[in-house]
């Protein structure tokens, strides 16, 4: 596999020479016998379709494997059969590994509908012969072109939510702070109105002990003129 193409050849039975090229980052296998040739070129950007040969079954799966990649899923083997004569595998079920949920059934899984059949009809020959393209879930190609536009759009929200959360906790924190700073309003105050409670109390005292100061000195002073 080489760049955009894959080229298959025709195996013939009378093979008197193989060559190989690579031009362009084209790969050509080309076979001739007796001076005639045949040249199979399969396109590695086209999809699969139904009578599609190939000259192996490691080829049809390399393909679709291919294929799976450019599109944008994962493959995995489905079903296998085997030849009573000889037991080699004679055809070969392929698909998407990839699950749907079902929202009607509760979200139970479905397994996607995507598969290839690929069959043996000669030593050499393998078709496909039966081809489902679609799929019943969005496939990792959808998104790749967007791919670098989500990434941004996730570090913007990234960083505006890391601002956004800095200028909360500081919000947060100046409130805090406010209501200590009314808390010790209030107590600063409570304690200059006890202040002011007990600087009256002992102004009351100080005058009453004055008061009575002065009424034992009249007392006193009545007493003395007596005598």
């Known amino acids: 596999m080489f760049g955009g193409c894959i080229l298959l050849s025709c195996q013939l039975a ?11 980052g084209n790969e050509r296998i080309e076979t001739s016998a007796e001076g005639e040739s045949s040249i199979r070129r399969v396109e590695t950007d086209q999809e699969p379709y139904e009578g599609m040969p190939f000259e192996s079954e490691e080829a049809a799966r390399a393909f679709y494997d291919e294929y ?26 392929l698909g998407c590994s990839g699950r749907s949920v079902n929202r009607k059934r509760g979200g139970q899984q479905e397994v996607c509908t995507a598969t290839i059949l690929l069959k043996r009809e000669k030593p050499g020959r393998w078709v496909v012969r039966k081809f489902v393209r679609d799929h019943n879930h ?22 505006f939510d890391e601002k956004d959360k800095k200028i909360l906790e500081l919000t947060a924190e100046l409130r805090v702070k406010k209501r200590l700073s009314a808390a010790y309003r209030e107590q600063l105050l409570a304690f200059m109105k006890d202040i002011e409670g007990h600087n009256e109390h002992l102004s009351t005292k100080v005058q009453l002990v004055l008061d009575n100061l ?9 007493v003395s003129d007596h005598r």
């Open 214 to 222: 002065s009424e034992f000195e009249a007392k006193r002073k009545e």
């Open 68 to 93: 799976a990649k450019r599109v944008g899923f994962i493959t995995r083997v489905l079903s296998s059969r085997k030849s009573e004569r000889d037991r080699s595998i004679i055809s070969r079920g």
């Open 138 to 159: 969005p496939l990792v190609g959808q998104f790749r072109k967007t791919r670098r536009t989500f990434v941004s759009l996730f570090c913007f929200e990234q960083s």
């Open 14 to 24: 009378t093979c008197a020479t193989v060559d190989m090229e690579v031009d362009d």
